[in-house]
């Protein structure tokens, strides 16, 4: 193996949440860790960053293995704060990110939606191996238990290996027994029903709440990542952050 | 040309923004139009969602040729709650989103930032024809008369050709002269330097504001967005929310 990593660690649940205290264990297994996480959740935050406010840290714990902050920001800005090398005491760059482990699936088309893998996105953009993780179990006391071997063998192979410059990974695990690991695309999929409207005081009428139900448009597609985990195998998505439709490419031409 | 549109128009500048107030005008001359924007700018905001809070809008104004609504969340939350249907005295599905025009360029990565991008990607995943339009000049008082023709000529000619379904487009306009309109991919690039460190009060150290300068990772290029823009061309590019790397996924096997 390569030298020891040093690892940032990321998620989009919150600094507190269970599934980053389990994928940082993985990652103090393998090398040094930096985490820098939202100081609460910030889950449905795609690639959004802090505009308009300055963000701000606070220091959880610091030595020379294991540093940890909890950021007013995004994780995005969790990620390009890391980066920056402009916080005091931590001028190490990263040599991987590891983003989660989310309480919730990050498969089809919740990988645009995803803080989680926002931040898994932006670290490639930083030219270091970077992996989003996440549990097919949204409640805040998901077990992970069963993850952690599948995930930290993950984590190996790509320090070990390396990925494509540009590109990271969306990992999802179904919950109960594990399959197996499959190398997958994204299934074609979309929210609909989006909203439960309640009603607003003093007859100002309703306001709208997210919810929905997700609706897979390729139910007969044996390989994709939401085939994989109907079938209680591990789905790894390789994701870039380049969105052209190339097949478009050649058929539109506009006169003017 | 079909029947007349009933076109969304939403932004990220917020709904007071002049860009906004462009594209408006363009879509009254080619149908109905409901406006669902931001009530404020939201820059940057990808496609994040409002998840722990509800979404409210008020009305501007109603009538049956247009109807204008101030959003309190993000540019994606526009686009949902339009096509909820869920909106008292509006139960018309929108044939067309519109998003912009944003004062600054969304060419390169900063698609995967992007809130007027969110919009317009979110757009395709209702399977209607939508547009995300730019102007590389993000002052407030930018002059748009330029890309009106133009911007209205894309808008006419995908109304009546459509898109695939699923694919939506990224339309970049440079400031000055426009040379013509050419379809391209997005350019590889970063940003770096991205934050700028100020001073907080009570000697609590320093606080991060995100600025930064784009590095574009293929500056010879000819056939990129970037390489359009660079010489007063539009740029158009089809974008599509599959973020799969296909050739990764050959290559890329785990064991258990």
Redesign the interface.
Known sequence: MKKKPFILVTNDDGVQAKGIAMLTEIARELGDVLVVAPDA?R??????????L???YHELERSDAFTQLACTG?P??CV??AF?Q?I?HLNRRPDMVLSGINHGSNAA?N???S?TM?AA?EGA??HVPSIGFSLCNHEPDADFSAVKA?FR??VE?IWREG??Q??CL?VNAPTGA?A??R????S?G??RN??M??A?PHGN??????TGEFVNEEAAAQDTDEAALNQGF?S??????????????QN?????
């Not at 790894?236 to 490419?249: E, F, I, K, R, S």
């Open positions: 959740p889950s449905g935050q795609s690639s959004a960053m802090t505009v308009n300055p963000v701000m995004l995005v800005d390009k704060l920056s402009q005091p088309i990988v645009v939606y803080g926002g996105i953009l930083y599948p063998a993950i192979q990925l494509p540009g590109v969306n594990i197996g690991i190398t997958v695309r994204q074609r979309c929210w989006e909203f409207t309640s607003m009428g309703v306001c709208f709440w997210l591990i790894v998505q390789p994701v870039h952050a380049d969105m052209t439709h190339y097949p478009t490419l539109l031409v506009f006169k003017m």
